[in-house]
């Protein structure tokens, strides 16, 4: 195996592991607004008991998201390097912005809201949980600025055999991000709301104590789903439009496909500019997990007398469900990324050229480290969500009242 296909299936592992976390932490972190927000308002303990277990469970997946995001950032000079030297001006700098706004911003506003609890006003409390989202948003927008940039580059120049930045709106306007940033927020909203049902109905098909909280939770799930689904086929059925006038090869053909592998061919040699089968493959079944998921709908009239729950089977379809989400947005992936090759950025730079001069055995050992790598993060994130999850919303350790000090005695030095 050649350096080039084990940089590729290098970075294909890290940054599909590290999307499933991305995906669980911006659906999830939506629903904790919504719940903490209600608490506020309607002053109801079930909505603080909720906002406690569900933000247990995302603090588990953000720390080891975390982790997993920064394995990833290495493989840009481990890996990459022609693509650091060549487009680093321009692809570093939404890169930048969002390392600012995820390990600056996002991570001090939850820091604080988690220790906050009993120690700050409700108000404040709340306002914190808002700021975790909205830069969570932010660090989404600004990847797919990036990713955008490299599906279509726009607003540069090339000088001196390095590509500068020149139109910094020109990013922001970038025809293929628009869709693409609601498609995987949409996404994201579809995993959490499926989460959350599956795991509410696992719990109510164990009758467990905590009923009318779970049911709460379901209802929240499934109605998130319901709303979701529609908006993410938009936004996905959307793309085709920018992607078939600005990247002909990836799924379209015909006389503009052909007129730009032959300018293609006169300036970067001979080869072979079509992308593999791969992407098509995964676009077909992510379509058809999406549809199948639009079938939340059917469901919702149960939820009508708590039908939903009488009948128990809806809610063994919804534990079946749970990984649908996490493979489409996988499927989604591979369909996005691979069907730009051969280009890491599109008509500008070929993979072959990104590639940084490692050997292959060099390249194999680095591959295989940071999958065991990942692969005990994600075993170990997995682990204690199914664990917490588990154990219920009796008493998350998130939120806790602290122990009241029994030892009023004064200190020896001060009596």
């Keep these: ?169 020109a990013l922001l306007t970038n025809p293929t991000l628009t869709y693409a940033f609601g498609h995987v927020v949409m996404a994201a909203l579809v995993t959490g709301g499926t989460l959350m049902a599956a795991v509410s109905a696992w719990h109510l098909l164990r009758r467990t104590p905590d009923f009318l909280l779970f049911r709460t939770s379901l209802r929240l799930g499934l109605i998130t789903m319901a709303l979701a689904v529609p908006t993410l086929q938009g936004f996905g059925f959307a793309q085709f439009g920018p992607v078939g006038t600005l990247q002909p090869t990836k799924f379209g053909g015909g006389a503009d496909r052909d007129a730009l592998v032959a300018e293609w061919t006169a300036r970067f040699g001979p080869g072979d500019y079509t992308p593999p089968v791969l992407s098509n493959v995964g676009l077909g079944f992510m379509i058809l997990i999406g549809f199948t998921l639009g079938c939340v709908w059917l469901l919702l009239p149960l939820l009508w007398r708590d039908w939903i729950i009488r009948l128990k089977f809806p809610l063994w379809l919804l534990l079946l469900a749970l990984p649908l989400p996490f493979v489409a947005v996988l499927l989604g992936w591979l369909a996005r990324e691979v069907g730009r090759q051969p280009w890491v950025a599109y008509g500008l730079l070929p993979t072959d050229q990104a590639v940084s001069p490692v050997s292959s055995g060099l390249m194999l050992t680095s591959l295989i480290g940071f999958t065991l790598l990942l692969g005990a993060l994600t075993v170990t994130n997995w682990t204690l969500l199914a664990r ?28």
């Design 1 to 169: 195996m050649d350096s080039l296909l084990l940089a590729r299936l290098q970075f294909a592992t890290t940054t599909s592991i590290h999307f499933l976390f991305v995906v669980v932490t911006l659906g999830l972190v939506t629903l904790l607004v919504g719940l903490q927000t209600a608490g506020f308002i309607t002053g109801k303990p079930v909505y603080e008991r909720l906002t406690r277990f569900w933000g247990q469970l995302y603090v588990i997946n953000y720390v080891l998201g975390i982790a997993t995001g920064i394995v990833m950032e290495f493989q840009f000079g481990l890996n990459w390097s022609g693509l650091s030297r060549y487009v680093g001006n321009v692809f570093g700098a939404p890169l930048a912005i969002e390392t600012l706004v995820a390990f600056f911003l996002e991570s001090t506003f939850l820091g604080m809201w988690i220790f906050g609890w009993h120690r700050l006003r409700r108000g404040v409390h709340l306002a914190l949980l808002w700021g975790v989202a909205i830069t969570a948003y932010a660090s989404a927008y600004w990847i797919m600025v990036a990713n955008a940039w490299l599906q279509h580059p726009v607003g540069y120049e090339v000088r001196d055999g390095v590509a500068h930045l020149t139109d910094f709106g």
């Design 388 to 415: 917490h999850a588990a154990r219920g919303a009796a008493d998350p350790a998130l939120g806790r009242p602290p122990a009241p000090d029994t030892d009023a005695r004064p200190h020896p030095v001060f009596a």
